[in-house]
């Protein structure tokens, strides 16, 4: 929110008037109404508080209100522009890789970006009900079983331009401030100018914007056992076959209202990337296209010791009303570019533009972001992990830790309602229709794409009433090559790229496909059944195999 003391006359010193004279809650500028404390919207008519839009459960979490270490509104007033020279002048911490992000983003208009960062900064009690400090909360702690904390747009343009200018908590470890501090790539500063470029564009007269939730949801073994025996019918499942040449968006890009796009996440979100530069890893790499997830880490703290440089959030761990900051992000290799995606320009063309009803009826976008990690495998040879002839790859496991009923367990529990506490299952359903997905289970933990798919259709058919985007690559960033076996053996055949798979004879690769039904088949064979049905199938009939295993799962459970 723009807060000023003064009061509007109706028109700017330039003469342009502003709307309904910013219904004498706000001042006038160059045409824009700046409003007040508690009002916003165009013409500051809205009542609005941020006491209602920031917003946590469960309600017994240890609030820590901290202080920043420098007032937000003294870094204001270094902000005479977005200039490298004014940035050289004032931040000289980040001036060197400024400067070059700056000249990467020459295309771009910063016009409006100063006197938008000013704004934020200058907001004075942007979490009204904690005074000038900030609202720490331990998400790692205090969510373990269960909870979120919900926050908008403008909440999290004030964290970012906070720490981007060089602004800490004062509370030690904080983890943004460590990601900030340590990063001297230009990927970070490309996304985080991103994002504060497309809401100058968007957030005027003081708004807020839409929500953002970070969130985890739990199941216990027995609510898990309890869902999956009352289970339905098998969900749709969309498959889109995605080629090198392909340049249409994929589920990493977040183009399609309603679904959530799957990170193939570590034991904590971000890998091993440390917030700051793209990878060959989705999970590492989507942090830069999605920085709304990043800002998300202020409410953890890292741990100095084995690794001081990786503070996360652990998962699971799922972000409601997120968008895509950055072009381009897609999950496919090519052009020989071993990273998931290019970070090219900010992405003001391709957005998720509808909003639905959130808490407290505010509103916020059908997009979101789910980050689990998949039980890996005991598979050190990468090229039977790639052909899916591992054995360890079939284990059927258990709802604890491992193997195939683990990963339908986490499936379901990412994507129920009853994971949540109940007024944030129904904003799920609000949020999303159908989970968009590549090859999970079956990236770099060397997973087996057959089985690793059977576990995602299972488990989100267990959670509810969704569809399923299944995107199946040439060459996915991880594990290339290996989805290739979910098709027939002509397209198997023609998919296999030898410039991308890790399999020094490609003839030994060749003659895997056509090894068994593929995917289409399975589908077919197991269309309008019930979940239980294919779920049993399984667990009757994959069995543990010598190396390397010759028969495929899907010639397992086939009809």
């Known amino acids: 929110m723009i807060y000023f ?13 502003c709307p309904n004279n910013c219904s004498n809650n706000g001042s006038c500028t160059n045409g824009i109404c700046n409003c007040i404390k508690n009002y916003c919207g165009k013409d500051c008519s809205v009542s609005c508080s941020s006491t209602n839009i920031f917003i946590f459960s469960p309600k017994t979490a240890k609030v820590q209100p901290t202080d920043w270490k420098i007032d937000p509104k003294t870094l204001a007033g270094k902000i005479t522009d977005m200039s490298p020279a004014n940035i050289q002048k004032e931040f000289p911490n980040i001036s060197d890789r400024y400067s070059k992000t700056y000249n990467l983003l020459g295309k771009e208009d910063f016009s409006k970006l ?29 969510m373990r079983s269960g909870g979120y904390i919900a926050l908008t747009q403008r909440h999290l343009a004030f964290i970012c331009a906070n720490t981007l200018f060089g602004n800490t908590l004062s509370m030690t470890n904080n983890s943004l401030s460590k990601v900030a501090a340590d990063c001297t790539n230009t990927d970070q500063l490309f996304s985080w100018l991103s994002f504060l470029l497309v809401l100058s564009q968007e957030l005027i007269s003081g708004d807020f914007g839409t929500l953002v939730i970070m969130s985890r949801g739990v199941l216990t073994d027995d609510a898990f056992t309890a869902l999956r025996n009352k289970a339905g019918q098998l969900i749709n499942v ?26 193939i996440s570590g034991g904590n979100i971000g890998g091993g990337g440390e917030f700051c530069h793209l990878s060959n890893t989705q999970d590492e790499t989507l942090m830069m296209f999605y920085p709304e997830v990043v800002f998300g880490i202020i409410f953890s703290e890292y741990i100095s010791g084995s690794a001081p440089t990786e503070p996360k959030i652990a998962q699971p761990a799922l972000w409601l009303g997120v968008r895509r900051y950055v072009d381009l992000s897609t999950g496919e290799l090519r052009d020989h570019i071993a990273t998931c995606g290019r970070m090219t320009k900010p992405n003001t063309g391709n957005m998720v533009k509808t909003t639905t009803m959130g808490l407290n009826k505010q509103p916020i976008y059908k997009s979101s972001f789910a980050g689990f990690q998949s039980s890996g495998t005991s598979c050190p040879n990468l ?59 079956s990236g770099v933990w060397r997973g087996n794409s057959q089985m690793s798919f059977i576990a995602m259709w299972v488990g989100i058919s267990i959670a509810g ?12 960033c991880e594990n290339p090559g290996n989805q290739c076996y979910l098709l027939g053996k ?15 004879n490609l003839d030994d690769a060749n003659k895997q496909c056509g090894n068994g039904p593929s995917l289409s088949n399975i589908l077919s064979m197991y269309k309008n059944d019930q979940v239980n049905s294919l779920y049993q199938k399984v667990m009757d009939n994959v069995k543990p195999c010598t190396e390397p295993c010759t028969v495929s799962v899907f010639s397992q459970i086939k009809k």
């Open 465 to 476: 009433n969704l569809d399923l985007d299944y995107y199946l690559y040439d060459a996915f």
């Open 383 to 441: 090229e039977l992990a790639i052909m899916n002839l591992c054995a360890d790859q079939r284990n059927i496991g258990n709802l604890q830790n491992k193997g195939f009923l683990y990963n339908i367990k986490l499936c379901a529990t990412m994507f129920s309602h009853s994971s949540y506490p109940d007024e944030l299952g129904e904003v799920l359903g609000n949020v999303i229709q159908s989970v968009g997905t590549g090859p999970w289970g």
């Open 5 to 17: 003391a003064t009061r509007s006359n109706g028109g700017g010193g330039d003469g342009k008037k």
């Open 238 to 263: 969309n498959v889109t076959r995605y080629r090198e040449s392909d340049t249409s968006p994929d589920f990493m890009s977040m183009g399609k209202p309603g679904q959530s796009l799957v990170d």
């Open 490 to 504: 002509d397209d198997c055949l023609e998919c296999l790229k030898p410039h991308y798979i890790g399999v020094k």
């Open 114 to 142: 100063g006197s938008f960062v000013k704004s934020v900064l200058n907001w004075d009690s942007p979490f009204s009900e904690y005074g000038n400090k900030f609202p720490y909360i331990n998400f790692n702690n205090d």
